[in-house]
């Protein structure tokens, strides 16, 4: 008869080892203190970033002495002054906000039908079809899309080729602020179908057949029943969108063409270029500001329990 | 028969030249390796992308590895990117991340007044150098200019039949609406527009609303604005007629076939340098060596290579001008040709381009 503890698979034994170790570490008693110690992770990652976020507030306000290049030794209020008395910051802020708030807009109108279509269709080959579609633009960076779309839109593009053919002038549709948006949306679709989709998923088939055999036509079905349903979803992809289009980079700077810029390429400007991290610091705090007040807008508005936080409490 | 021996002035003054010119090739480097220390694996060097980095490497890194056995490595970090890191490590005492920064004399002249960069005048081979070689606005030699380069007014002869357009007014034309391009900060057309607006450049930078007036009617024109790189692309696809550009884009585009031309405007055009310096930080050893990189920048030899690739003037007296390029607007060599150039400061630059920036910005975006 072999030993019961030789016929272990080697797996087991390694795994007694860790747990041996993890007692001797962490003995039993302190078992209450468990849930906090997988939050760490959690605490040390966002401490970090807390930590980032207090040396650019420490450089935001300290002033740049242009004569010697060095930061003030004191703190002083005078780069937000300047933030809030330029009106190119004014034109940047509401360029980005306004730019932000359409892209959330257009992107959440067209992923909501993508989103619906490719969880409810019966047609596999569709389904997949959508899925590598959605899928396809992760694997292309932001910067290579933005130089595709120089290529396709471009003076001497595949869409001005086809205006051609019939006649139209060659138009600019590069270097403006569409040109930005509509790269923008392209750029966001994807994370807010992945977004909708398990929302959409989570609603059974069997709800969207009572309501039509409860007199309910398709249009009534979907405002009376799924859009309420799938709202955590929109709330969701709309609060994502909306923070990863107000603080873009590349967007605005490739196909913006230098003319639209957004707050994001401003702070790169006086990071790199004129070298006042000062002054680039107190704009980052603006957008982080700017954006943490629209998400507790949104809170507000549509209450954290869309998101279905803390549901299981209620 | 007697034979007569004397010797002209002439004769004297080419041999003294002769004399003095073996002298200071032999003496260049003695001066430098009298008590030479230990040679490092490699030297990293900062430099832009493309034709640029092929011109150095042809120019001066090839020969100098050839020389000395020194492995040189081209860092192609942006110029603007660069500079933090720098300062960082410098401040913090650290190694920097590069030995010899090839950057732009006004972005250079902030690391100067910083105090991050090496002292470079004890550099044998400035002696022979132009006055183009002194930075402007600082102190010694904590850089040193390598060559100098024009912000030109760049054309295509096909939408200018009557000539090259003589002043920025003539950009004014609506056939040319949204065919024009600048930088997307301005640089190269703030000083320009001063005079074009009616201005001095006594003016600048105390009194530059002329500057801001005119910029504010080239805006009307819709203008293009980009970097370095778009400026090539937009003429190679014929996406505007006219822009204010460092010539080097310009000749890369005529390089390339595109049917390109340029000139300085009535107005002038801005005239800048770039150049190379060490920033602080470094062991003796690898502080002497990059030193010496830069010194054999500095020789006639090494120039005439280097800037023919760039097809830019250089700061050694005696430099053959590329094929095309001698008495061109771009490539200013005599008295003349500077005078038509504007060249202010890098001091001035640097206090205060962080408000021509975001005003020309403010009037293009707004």
């Given at each position: 008869m072999r030993n019961y503890r030789s016929s272990y698979p080697t797996t087991w034994r390694i795994m007694d080892v860790f747990e041996k170790a993890f007692a001797a570490i962490?003995?039993?008693?302190?078992?209450?203190y468990t849930p906090y110690l997988m939050l760490m992770p959690a605490i040390v990652l966002v401490g970090t970033l807390v930590v980032g976020l207090l040396y650019i507030g420490d450089s935001s306000l300290r002033t740049l002495?242009?004569?010697?290049?060095q930061f003030s030794d004191y703190w002083t209020l005078e780069n937000y002054t300047r933030a809030f008395s330029e009106s190119f910051t004014a034109t940047i802020i509401w360029r980005s906000l306004l730019g932000a708030m359409i892209v959330t807009v257009i992107t959440l109108c067209l992923a909501f039908p993508y989103a619906y279509i490719m969880v409810r269709t019966p047609n596999a080959v569709l389904r997949k079809f959508l899925l590598i579609a959605l899928f396809l633009?992760?694997?292309?960076g932001q910067v290579v899309r933005a130089y595709g779309w120089l290529i396709i839109?471009?003076?001497?593009g595949m869409v001005n080729d086809v205006l051609g053919l019939v006649g139209v002038e060659p138009l600019?549709?590069?270097?403006n602020y569409p040109a930005v948006l509509f790269g923008l949306v392209q750029y966001m679709l994807p994370f807010a179908v992945l977004m909708l989709a398990p929302a959409m998923t989570a609603i059974p088939e069997e709800i969207e057949a009572a309501a039509g055999s409860l007199g309910a036509s398709w249009i009534k079905t979907m405002t009376h029943v799924i859009i309420p349903m799938v709202r955590p979803g929109l709330v969701g992809a709309g609060l994502v969108v909306l923070t990863l289009s107000l603080t873009d980079f590349a967007m605005p700077a490739i196909l913006g063409?230098?003319?639209?810029?957004?707050i994001a390429n401003a702070i790169y400007d006086q990071f790199?270029?004129?070298?006042?991290q000062g002054f680039g610091a107190s704009l980052a705090i603006i957008l982080i500001a700017l954006g943490s007040v629209l998400v507790g807008l949104i809170f507000t508005v549509f209450g954290a329990g869309t998101l279905e936080l803390g549901s299981s409490n209620k | 028969m007697t034979i007569k021996k004397s010797i002209s002035r002439r004769q004297l003054l080419k041999t003294s030249a002769a004399a003095g010119a073996a002298g200071t090739v032999l003496a260049a480097p003695s001066i430098l390796w009298a008590a030479e220390p230990d040679k490092p694996e490699e030297l990293i060097i900062r430099a832009w992308g493309g034709p640029w980095v092929e011109a150095l490497k042809n120019g001066v890194s090839d020969p100098f590895t050839e020389r000395t056995g020194i492995r040189i490595i081209h860092d192609l970090t942006e110029d603007n990117e660069i500079q933090p890191k720098v300062w960082a490590a410098v401040a913090q005492n650290r190694t920097p991340p590069i030995h010899i920064n090839w950057d732009t004399t006004t972005n250079a002249t902030k690391s100067a007044l910083r105090g991050v960069c090496e002292d470079l005048?004890?550099?044998?081979?400035?002696?022979?150098?132009?006055?183009?070689a002194k930075p402007v606005?600082?102190?010694?030699?904590p850089i040193v200019n390598t060559y100098g380069y024009v912000y030109v007014l760049a054309y295509r002869p096909e939408a200018f039949p009557d000539g090259p357009?003589?002043?920025?007014?003539?950009?004014?034309?609506?056939?040319?609406k949204g065919r024009v391009a600048f930088y997307n900060d301005g640089i190269g057309f703030h000083f320009p527009a001063q005079v074009a607006g009616g201005?001095?450049?006594?003016?600048?930078?105390?009194?530059?609303d002329p500057c801001w007036d005119f910029v504010t009617k080239m805006k009307e024109q819709n203008p293009l604005l980009g970097e370095d790189p778009d400026f090539v692309t937009w003429f190679q696809n014929g996406e505007i007629d006219a822009a204010c550009t460092i010539s080097t884009n310009a000749l890369g585009a005529k390089r390339n076939g595109v049917d390109i031309a340029w000139t300085v405007p009535a107005e002038g055009a801005k005239f800048d340098t770039d150049g190379l310096w060490i920033p602080k930080g470094h062991s003796e050893g690898d502080l002497y060596w990059a030193k010496e990189y830069i010194n054999s920048a500095l020789t006639q030899e090494a120039q005439q290579v280097w800037l023919d690739g760039l097809g830019l003037p250089g700061v050694v007296p005696g430099l053959t001008p590329p094929e095309?390029?001698?008495?061109?607007?771009?490539y200013p060599t005599t008295e003349a040709d500077f005078e038509r150039l504007i060249r202010i400061s890098g001091r001035i630059q640097v206090e205060n381009e962080s408000e021509w920036f975001s005003r020309f910005k403010q009037i293009m975006q707004g």
């Open positions: 962490w003995p039993k008693g302190r078992g209450k002495d242009r004569s010697t290049f633009p992760f694997f292309i839109l471009g003076n001497q600019r549709l590069l270097f063409g230098g003319s639209q810029d957004f790199f270029r004129t070298s006042d | 005048s004890d550099l044998s081979n400035i002696a022979g150098t132009t006055d183009l606005g600082v102190d010694g030699y357009p003589a002043s920025y007014h003539d950009l004014l034309d609506p056939k040319f201005g001095s450049l006594d003016g600048i930078p105390d009194a530059m095309g390029l001698a008495g061109d607007p771009s």
